[in-house]
């Protein structure tokens, strides 16, 4: 994370703030966190009994349960189950038989799942709920409201694969973020896009965490509906607006569901978005256009 600040001492404080606030996150949300409220919900909840959350960590889920919703299970919070039998989270990767998969299948149905008032109710035994898919993001939200309410001028702080840009740096001048290059390596810029205080800008892509069996590539963004990784022709997905949440969600489900289905859903969101399909070609919504500059030759941007 970069801190702008005209005070070295106000932004140094800043700093400390923020890696506060991810602690803090990190212990409501992160499964990799034995003792997170999540980490412990997936582990104590009793089927049809209400488990207790914090307010915040409900309010995420019901945004999760309404993208759910929306894309028709191509995003799900409780894909878990599946990306643990894949061997992706603890990097065994492995092919599932398909039996396995069938039957977990079962168990990711995010429509098992109710929120209520003061907690969550799970209708099935051995599910769990994830924030995987939209923690960056949510981070990234935290973030920027903790910066609004300090001295700092301008920021920008990368997220795992999520970048919040806050104020300016110089005289108004907009943020210029590089977009990775799907095929390089991980500093390898293919566009850059300028970005105005308050954006969030996530990507999905195949890149993150694969692995190769008969020159196949198995990636870790599963399709909830088949059990499988997503195979959509995509590579990668960025999406840019002023919801951190909504951004890394819909990076995930927008690889999942495919170029037309997953524009379509961009546009009617109102949010910016960046396909890049696997023959290298570019796809983008109107809206960023005049801030959008391709760097790198072998990608093509489809007008």
Not at 221 to 242: E, F, K, Q, R, W
Request: negative net charge; hydrophobic residues 35%.
């Amino acid at each position: 994370k970069t801190i702008y600040s005209t005070d070295k001492k106000k932004g140094e404080m800043v700093n400390k703030q923020i890696d506060e606030c991810l602690a803090q996150l990190d212990n409501q949300l992160s499964v990799r966190n034995l003792d997170s409220d999540v980490a412990k919900c997936n582990r104590n909840y009793a089927v049809d009994g209400l488990y207790e959350l914090p307010s915040s960590v409900l309010s995420y889920l019901k945004q999760e349960l309404a993208i759910y919703e929306e894309t028709k299970g191509a995003f799900s919070p409780c894909v878990r189950p599946l990306s643990y039998i894949w061997g992706i989270e603890d990097g065994t990767f492995q092919i599932p038989q398909d039996a396995d998969i069938q039957s977990v299948l079962k168990r990711i149905d995010a429509s098992a799942i109710e929120v209520k008032d003061t907690g969550v109710v799970f209708h099935k035994s051995d599910m769990a709920i994830d924030f995987g898919a939209t923690g960056k993001g949510i981070a990234c939200d935290e973030v920027i409201k903790l910066l609004e309410e300090s001295d700092a001028k301008g920021a920008i702080v990368s997220i795992g694969g999520s970048i919040a840009v806050y104020g300016s740096k110089d005289e108004n001048k907009e943020w210029h973020v590089g977009i990775r290059d799907p095929r390089g390596e991980e500093e390898d810029v293919m566009a850059v896009v300028d970005c105005e205080s308050g954006t969030v800008i996530s990507t999905s892509g195949d890149y993150e965490k694969y692995f190769e069996v008969d020159g196949k590539r198995y990636h870790h963004i599963l399709d909830p509906n088949t059990g499988y990784p997503a195979d959509t022709g995509l590579m990668s997905v960025t999406i840019i607006c002023d919801d951190g949440l909504l951004s890394d969600a819909m990076s995930t489900a927008c690889f999942v569901m495919g170029l037309d289905k997953g524009m379509k859903y961009a546009e009617k969101k109102g949010v910016e978005a960046i396909f890049v399909t696997k023959d290298k070609q570019v796809y983008i919504t109107d809206g960023i256009r005049k801030e959008f500059r391709m760097m790198e030759d072998s990608y093509k941007l489809v007008k």
